[in-house]
């Protein structure tokens, strides 16, 4: 781990050197204390065998404690002002990929074998995109280890009552867990918001369910959650506009009365909100909705 990277003084030097600003549109805030960096490191549970893929290395303050860890660190990075510092700075065992993460990811995740893992702290606007990216590929990493925004965190993490659509949509693939929260004051430039370190355990691959059922499942979900101040049967009723089917135990989407028992026998009431229902009640609705 290079200590000087921890550094404002260094880091503006860099910046300099480089012809950098720290951009809002990239998100570049480079943290300055090790102390996350031990955090990710430990719960990622990281092997020397290990090969992990990180998102917006930076100036490498994460990349060069990764590679001392692991057999292979695949670093996105989509600053190509950074080109000259990391063909001065790459290691043997380090990769950088230069473009979009966003565009990179899913052609490249394809090609590594299975249970890689993901180490990253990434610029906070792509956070939802990119664990759908990562948890929807066909060779989903073993486990997920980010620094995000607190706030957005904690949004992942929430439990029935206060779920969302980013909510459900990670804890359908895995189980999320905040492991540390790191205050705005640990980077430079510091950032109007506080972060977290999020750690998520992606499914076991007899757990994963097939395309077909996740396409039907994210169908209903979006549809249930369409407007949070309606009931849920009503979102659904109105938002999968498919004909009614006359069936005890299944309805294609449009009979609001099929609905409404559908979810007396899967929560217990029909006036239920999206809002208030388990990733496992909404995987009950799709088995009986399609």
Same mark, same amino acid.
């Given at each position: 781990?290079?200590?000087?990277?921890? @550094?404002?003084?260094?880091? @503006?030097?860099?910046?300099?050197?480089?012809?950098?600003?720290?951009? @809002?549109?990239?998100?570049?805030?480079?943290?300055?204390?090790?102390?996350?960096? =031990? =955090?990710?490191?430990?719960?990622?549970?990281? %092997?020397?065998?290990?090969?992990?893929?990180? /998102?917006?290395?930076?100036?490498?303050?994460?990349?060069?404690?990764?590679?001392?860890?692991?057999?292979?660190?695949?670093?996105?990075?989509?600053?190509?002002?950074?080109?000259?510092?990391?063909?001065?700075?790459?290691?043997?065992?380090?990769?950088?990929?230069?473009?979009?993460?966003? =565009?990179?990811?899913?052609?490249?995740?394809?090609?590594?074998?299975?249970?890689? %893992?993901?180490?990253?702290?990434? *610029?906070?606007?792509?956070?939802?995109?990119?664990?759908?990216?990562?948890?929807?590929?066909?060779?989903? *990493?073993?486990?997920?280890?980010?620094?995000?925004?607190?706030?957005?965190?904690?949004?992942?993490?929430? =439990?029935?009552?206060?779920?969302?659509?980013?909510?459900?949509?990670?804890?359908?693939?895995?189980?999320? %867990?905040?492991?540390? @929260?790191?205050?705005?004051?640990?980077?430079? *430039?510091?950032?109007?918001?506080?972060?977290?370190?999020?750690?998520?355990?992606?499914?076991?691959?007899?757990?994963?369910?097939?395309?077909?059922?996740?396409?039907?499942?994210?169908?209903?979900?979006?549809?249930?959650?369409?407007? %949070?101040?309606?009931?849920?049967?009503?979102?659904?009723?109105?938002?999968?506009?498919?004909?009614?089917?006359?069936?005890?135990?299944?309805?294609?989407?449009?009979?609001?009365?099929?609905?409404?028992?559908?979810?007396? #026998?899967?929560?217990?009431? #029909?006036?239920?909100?999206?809002?208030?229902?388990?990733?496992?009640?909404?995987?009950?609705?799709?088995?009986? /909705?399609?």
């Amino acid at each position: 781990m290079n200590k000087k990277l921890f @550094k404002p003084s260094h880091l @503006k030097e860099l910046c300099q050197k480089y012809n950098l600003s720290p951009s @809002k549109k990239y998100g570049q805030n480079y943290l300055i204390t090790d102390a996350p960096i =031990k =955090k990710m490191i430990d719960v990622a549970e990281l %092997k020397k065998t290990d090969t992990v893929i990180e /998102i917006g290395p930076g100036f490498g303050v994460l990349t060069f404690a990764l590679v001392e860890e692991v057999n292979r660190v695949i670093a996105f990075e989509i600053e190509r002002k950074l080109e000259g510092y990391w063909d001065d700075n790459k290691t043997d065992n380090l990769d950088i990929v230069w473009g979009n993460a966003l =565009k990179e990811l899913t052609a490249y995740s394809l090609q590594l074998t299975a249970g890689y %893992k993901v180490v990253a702290n990434i *610029p906070y606007q792509i956070t939802s995109n990119l664990l759908r990216v990562l948890l929807e590929s066909e060779n989903k *990493p073993e486990s997920i280890t980010m620094m995000v925004q607190k706030e957005v965190a904690e949004r992942i993490c929430a =439990k029935p009552g206060d779920m969302s659509v980013l909510a459900v949509s990670v804890q359908y693939y895995g189980e999320p %867990k905040i492991i540390t @929260k790191v205050s705005k004051g640990n980077f430079w *430039p510091s950032p109007k918001v506080d972060s977290a370190v999020l750690h998520i355990s992606t499914l076991a691959l007899e757990q994963q369910s097939t395309r077909e059922f996740d396409d039907g499942f994210f169908k209903v979900v979006k549809a249930g959650f369409t407007n %949070k101040r309606k009931q849920l049967w009503r979102n659904l009723s109105e938002g999968l506009k498919l004909p009614a089917r006359n069936a005890s135990t299944s309805v294609a989407g449009g009979d609001r009365e099929e609905i409404k028992k559908i979810l007396v #026998e899967v929560v217990g009431d #029909e006036k239920i909100r999206a809002e208030e229902l388990s990733v496992e009640n909404w995987k009950e609705i799709t088995k009986m /909705i399609r």
